[in-house]
């Protein structure tokens, strides 16, 4: 009954893949298609796992692609590919006895396939497109409308802590030609200014107390001249049916044709007026709910950039895309149409009130008798279309959640053959949304054509009480002539006044849903600005755990309990254990995903949380178990962390991860188009992609979470070579030397201190110290030497491997893949 939160971010990898093992063998299937399935469980549940799929495979075709050596024993018949090309085949035996399983033997003559150049010239349409960008040494969260610097031919896309969060993106792309449109728009003339020009409003600062009056505030300026604008606008709307009297008492009726030239030119005038007075508020009005409006989006986007991990662990991204798309678009048809559309009514309303009052005090009486009934039937529509559209906003979120969450998944859905029924299940719940929908429309039926009916019958009894004084000789025909004229503007304004109140209804559940967002803690808060300390330019990176628990939200046992460890500058530790006993959770600590729930995170001897966070993440570099890369290309992916960095910067960070030999391997070099959620790149070459994205910062403290589980051996053994090399470690050397520092000078970057989770002990092998974890506890460290010889658990992890634990050969070149058949 363990809840799973979207993409399964609740769980950890290994239990992710755990858990699609069990869904693919509960279908029984007759083919079965295992895609290095086992990447990312420890050595241990990696054997207990082949003992159950040999038993599994025996009565049906298996197909696997493998990265270790261990799962090749699950194969009768091994094929190995290099270049999309078969180039050897037969048993494992028969393989090693031919050294086909070598890498270094399936090198073509001509050497590494450098087919492409790196940075190739591309059609104008797609160069002018501007790449994915972070704002790395500022405010993660500053925004600007001013584009970066192209700088590759990738279209623009921003991600969020935790995983994608756009529906759009996730599930209708935009098309070649729409990206080609919008990059040919002209460029902004300039950031929006917000409150006084002295001290105007940051729209990315947090706003605990979020209320519309503070909404309104920067723009209080524009809106008092709207209501002047359309309180002008009002009075000279009134002061035509009193001309209108003028004209048939003083000028049709007295027969003085000059009466009525007089106030038919004054009629003119009071109409171009109107016009000029109604322009002149539409524009202003635009331009404060515009700036209203991006003020609302850029801090709502800000504050889920703040937000922590597990925000977006149990909000699903169709809810926040909602938030974001619907409830600001309900806002922003209220502000631009809406809210102008009130003020004037009202004021109409008011005004002709007065004026039917001073016109003829009975007939104003019969004409305002309908007012407490409409007043009555509006409070029960108001509490019944809120309860509606509250619950149809819900709906909603529901179904575009499920068709992100569908979309994303399709793979799986059509692997599955689940097409049908998820089908249905989007269909149950659109339905559900039309019933809620269809109940708010009865409301709307049902209110509108009341107050409709109300104002006909109000002008019906003034006609009727009027036409009867007129004949007694009581009211003259140019009085009733305006109060019929007057009625007309206060009827026609009272409906205006129901229709703009449902818009109100729908704006006042959006701008709940996004108060309810932007009041919303996150669990990374920032220290108070006395107990703040400045990040260094540099940080040592030292690092201690002391007597840190964690637990998650809703878990009932803790993922950490007791946790104390040190790690020295320029130390590499690995972490490993089963699936499950915290290794991710100790590497979102050190990264400040989330906050320790006991104990202390101390880097440099200061706690994590009195560091500013971003001025802390520009010193850290992540790649986490599943390398996520934005809609762009290749470089811009790599450049994300620094989009000013150079074409030369960025190959060579490339370089220093092994990267290179891939991506010349690309049509596009650097310059290869890369979609959503990587599409179009092997998750190895995504991997690696990652890999360089965290060289490029240059980062003191690196974390990686299982970050070489999707490469091949040889592929890994050349990137954690070159990582040796880039912290001044020589991997050829005992551990006792390994976190030497280079000489001042050398080539060599300073030597930073690295965290690495990882399954493939021959990878934990290489650190300085190992860290044993079991049910989120530390139960073994030290040197791969001292913890064979203790003989605990960590050999028991060895043994279980043993296949696998074999010293990397750094000076093989990788073959693309190794797929293993298994035909029965």
Same mark, same amino acid.
């Given at each position: 009954?363990?809840?799973?939160g979207?993409? *399964?971010?609740?769980?950890?990898?290994?239990? /992710?893949?755990?858990?699609?093992?069990?869904?693919?063998?509960?279908?029984?299937?007759?083919?079965?298609?295992?895609?290095d399935?086992?990447?990312? &469980?420890?050595a241990?549940?990696?054997?207990?796992?082949?003992?159950?799929l040999?038993?599994?495979?025996?009565?049906?075709?298996?197909?696997?692609?493998?990265?270790?050596?261990?799962?090749?024993?699950?194969?009768d018949?091994?094929?190995?590919?290099?270049?999309?090309?078969v180039v050897?085949?037969?048993t494992?035996?028969?393989?090693?006895?031919?050294?086909a399983?070598?890498?270094?033997?399936?090198?073509d003559?001509?050497?590494?396939?450098?087919?492409?150049?790196?940075?190739?010239?591309?059609?104008?349409p797609?160069r002018?497109?501007?790449?994915p960008t972070?704002? /790395?040494?500022?405010?993660?969260c500053?925004?600007?409308?001013r584009?970066?610097?192209?700088?590759?031919?990738?279209?623009?896309?921003? *991600?969020?802590?935790?995983?994608?969060? !756009?529906?759009?993106?996730?599930?209708m792309?935009?098309?070649?030609?729409?990206?080609?449109a919008?990059?040919?728009?002209?460029?902004?003339?300039?950031?929006?200014?917000?409150?006084p020009?002295?001290?105007?409003?940051?729209?990315?600062?947090?706003?605990?107390?979020f209320?519309?009056?503070r909404?309104?505030?920067?723009?209080?300026? @524009?809106?008092?001249?709207?209501i002047?604008?359309?309180?002008?606008?009002?009075?000279?709307?009134?002061?035509?049916?009193?001309?209108?009297?003028?004209?048939?008492?003083?000028?049709?009726?007295?027969?003085?044709?000059g009466?009525?030239?007089?106030?038919?030119?004054?009629?003119?005038?009071?109409?171009?007026?109107?016009?000029?007075?109604?322009?002149?508020?539409?524009?202003?009005?635009?331009r404060?709910g515009?700036?209203v409006?991006y003020l609302?989006r850029v801090?709502?986007?800000?504050?889920?950039?703040?937000?922590?991990?597990d925000y977006?662990?149990?909000? +699903?991204?169709? +809810?926040?895309?909602?938030r974001?798309?619907?409830?600001?678009?309900a806002?922003?048809?209220?502000? =631009?149409?809406?809210? $102008?559309?009130?003020?004037?009514?009202?004021?109409?309303?008011?005004?002709?009130?007065?004026?039917?009052?001073l016109?003829?005090?009975?007939?104003?009486?019969?004409?305002?008798a309908?007012?407490?009934?409409?007043?009555?039937?509006?409070?029960v529509? +108001?509490?019944?279309?809120s309860?509606a559209y509250?619950?149809a906003?819900?709906?909603?979120?529901?179904?575009?959640a499920?068709l992100?969450?569908?979309?994303?998944?399709l793979?799986?859905?059509?692997?599955?053959?689940?097409?049908d029924?998820?089908?249905?299940?989007f269909?149950?719940?659109?339905?559900?949304?039309?019933?809620t929908r269809l109940?708010a429309?009865r409301?709307i039926?049902t209110y509108?054509?009341?107050?409709?009916l109300?104002s006909?019958?109000?002008?019906?009894?003034?006609?009727? &009480?009027?036409?009867?004084?007129?004949a007694?000789?009581?009211l003259?025909?140019?009085?009733?002539?305006?109060?019929?004229l007057?009625l007309?503007?206060?009827?026609?304004p009272?409906q205006?006044?129901? %229709?703009?109140?449902?818009g109100?209804? %729908?704006?006042?559940?959006?701008?709940s849903?996004i108060?309810?967002l932007?009041?919303?803690?996150?669990? &990374?808060p920032p220290?108070? $600005?006395?107990? =703040?300390?400045?990040v260094?330019?540099?940080?040592?990176?030292?690092?201690?755990?002391?007597?840190? !628990?964690?637990?998650?939200a809703?878990?009932?046992?803790?993922?950490?309990h007791?946790?104390?460890l +040190?790690?020295?500058?320029g130390?590499?530790?690995?972490?490993?254990?089963?699936?499950?006993?915290?290794?991710?959770t100790?590497?979102?600590?050190?990264?400040?995903?989330?906050?320790v729930?006991a *104990?202390q995170?101390l880097?440099?001897?200061?706690?994590?949380?009195?560091?500013?966070?971003?001025?802390?993440?520009?010193?850290?570099?992540?790649?986490?178990?599943?390398?996520?890369?934005?809609?762009?290309?290749?470089?811009?992916?790599?450049?994300?962390?620094? @989009?000013?960095?150079? %074409?030369?910067?960025?190959?060579?960070?490339?370089?220093?991860?092994?990267a290179?030999?891939?991506?010349?391997?690309?049509?596009?070099g650097?310059?290869? @188009?890369v979609g959503?959620?990587? %599409?179009?790149?092997?998750?190895?070459?995504?991997?690696? &992609?990652?890999?360089?994205?965290?060289?490029?910062?240059?980062?003191?403290?690196?974390?990686?979470?299982?970050?070489?589980?999707?490469?091949d051996p !040889?592929?890994?053994?050349?990137?954690?070579?070159a990582?040796?090399?880039l $912290?001044?470690?020589?991997?050829?050397?005992? !551990?006792?030397?390994r976190?030497?520092?280079?000489?001042?000078?050398?080539e060599h970057?300073?030597?930073?201190?690295?965290?690495?989770?990882?399954?493939?002990?021959?990878?934990a092998?290489?650190?300085?110290?190992?860290?044993?974890?079991?049910?989120g506890?530390?139960?073994? =460290?030290?040197?791969?030497a001292?913890?064979?010889?203790?003989?605990?658990?960590?050999?028991?992890?060895?043994?279980?491997?043993?296949v696998?634990q074999?010293? @990397?050969?750094?000076?093989?070149?990788?073959?693309?893949?190794?797929?293993?058949?298994?035909?029965?």
């Amino acid at each position: 009954d363990t809840l799973v939160g979207e993409r *399964g971010l609740t769980l950890s990898g290994g239990q /992710r893949q755990r858990v699609a093992l069990a869904r693919t063998l509960l279908s029984d299937p007759r083919v079965l298609l295992l895609d290095d399935a086992t990447s990312a &469980v420890d050595a241990r549940t990696e054997a207990a796992i082949h003992d159950t799929l040999r038993a599994v495979t025996a009565t049906r075709t298996t197909i696997l692609i493998a990265h270790r050596r261990s799962t090749l024993k699950l194969a009768d018949r091994i094929v190995v590919l290099d270049a999309g090309r078969v180039v050897d085949e037969g048993t494992e035996a028969d393989l090693d006895a031919r050294g086909a399983l070598d890498s270094g033997h399936l090198e073509d003559d001509d050497g590494p396939p450098r087919t492409h150049e790196l940075w190739p010239e591309l059609p104008a349409p797609e160069r002018a497109q501007t790449p994915p960008t972070s704002h /790395r040494g500022h405010n993660p969260c500053a925004v600007s409308t001013r584009s970066a610097p192209a700088r590759s031919t990738a279209p623009p896309a921003i *991600g969020s802590p935790g995983g994608r969060v !756009s529906l759009v993106a996730d599930s209708m792309p935009a098309t070649p030609e729409l990206l080609a449109a919008v990059a040919a728009l002209p460029e902004p003339a300039g950031d929006p200014v917000l409150g006084p020009a002295d001290t105007p409003v940051d729209p990315t600062a947090p706003d605990p107390e979020f209320a519309l009056r503070r909404l309104l505030r920067p723009v209080r300026g @524009p809106l008092a001249l709207s209501i002047v604008l359309v309180a002008a606008s009002a009075l000279t709307s009134i002061a035509f049916p009193s001309l209108a009297r003028l004209a048939v008492d003083g000028g049709i009726t007295a027969r003085a044709p000059g009466v009525l030239a007089l106030t038919a030119g004054l009629g003119l005038l009071v109409v171009a007026a109107d016009w000029l007075l109604t322009a002149a508020q539409t524009v202003v009005t635009a331009r404060a709910g515009e700036s209203v409006l991006y003020l609302l989006r850029v801090r709502s986007y800000a504050h889920l950039q703040r937000l922590g991990l597990d925000y977006y662990e149990r909000e +699903r991204a169709g +809810r926040i895309m909602t938030r974001m798309t619907t409830d600001v678009d309900a806002l922003s048809t209220f502000l =631009q149409t809406g809210l $102008a559309q009130a003020v004037v009514s009202l004021l109409t309303v008011v005004g002709v009130a007065g004026a039917l009052l001073l016109t003829d005090t009975q007939l104003a009486l019969v004409a305002l008798a309908a007012l407490p009934v409409l007043g009555v039937a509006t409070f029960v529509f +108001r509490r019944r279309a809120s309860v509606a559209y509250q619950e149809a906003r819900e709906r909603v979120s529901v179904v575009n959640a499920d068709l992100q969450e569908n979309v994303s998944g399709l793979r799986v859905s059509q692997a599955f053959v689940r097409e049908d029924r998820s089908a249905e299940e989007f269909g149950a719940l659109s339905e559900a949304y039309r019933v809620t929908r269809l109940r708010a429309q009865r409301y709307i039926a049902t209110y509108f054509p009341f107050a409709a009916l109300l104002s006909e019958l109000g002008q019906a009894a003034v006609l009727g &009480v009027g036409a009867s004084r007129v004949a007694a000789g009581d009211l003259t025909p140019g009085v009733l002539t305006a109060f019929l004229l007057y009625l007309a503007m206060f009827f026609s304004p009272v409906q205006q006044l129901s %229709q703009v109140f449902d818009g109100y209804q %729908q704006a006042r559940v959006g701008l709940s849903r996004i108060g309810d967002l932007l009041r919303t803690p996150t669990s &990374v808060p920032p220290a108070a $600005a006395a107990e =703040q300390v400045e990040v260094p330019p540099r940080l040592r990176g030292e690092v201690e755990m002391r007597s840190v !628990s964690f637990r998650y939200a809703g878990a009932d046992r803790d993922a950490l309990h007791q946790v104390s460890l +040190r790690i020295r500058s320029g130390e590499t530790v690995a972490l490993v254990g089963a699936t499950g006993a915290g290794k991710s959770t100790v590497v979102k600590l050190l990264g400040r995903y989330y906050d320790v729930t006991a *104990g202390q995170v101390l880097v440099d001897g200061v706690d994590l949380r009195r560091y500013p966070l971003d001025g802390f993440r520009q010193r850290l570099g992540v790649v986490p178990q599943e390398a996520h890369l934005f809609v762009g290309d290749v470089a811009s992916n790599i450049a994300y962390g620094r @989009p000013s960095a150079t %074409q030369g910067e960025i190959e060579s960070a490339a370089a220093a991860v092994g990267a290179l030999d891939m991506i010349a391997t690309l049509p596009g070099g650097f310059r290869q @188009p890369v979609g959503e959620r990587g %599409q179009g790149l092997s998750a190895g070459q995504r991997q690696l &992609v990652a890999l360089a994205r965290a060289q490029l910062v240059d980062p003191d403290l690196l974390l990686l979470d299982e970050a070489t589980a999707a490469l091949d051996p !040889s592929t890994e053994a050349a990137v954690l070579a070159a990582g040796d090399r880039l $912290a001044g470690r020589r991997p050829d050397v005992g !551990s006792e030397h390994r976190h030497r520092r280079p000489d001042v000078g050398s080539e060599h970057r300073h030597s930073r201190t690295t965290v690495l989770v990882a399954h493939r002990l021959a990878t934990a092998a290489r650190a300085d110290r190992i860290v044993v974890l079991e049910h989120g506890r530390i139960v073994e =460290q030290g040197s791969h030497a001292e913890l064979l010889a203790a003989g605990g658990r960590y050999t028991a992890f060895w043994l279980a491997g043993s296949v696998e634990q074999t010293a @990397p050969d750094t000076d093989r070149r990788p073959a693309d893949e190794v797929s293993a058949l298994r035909v029965r």
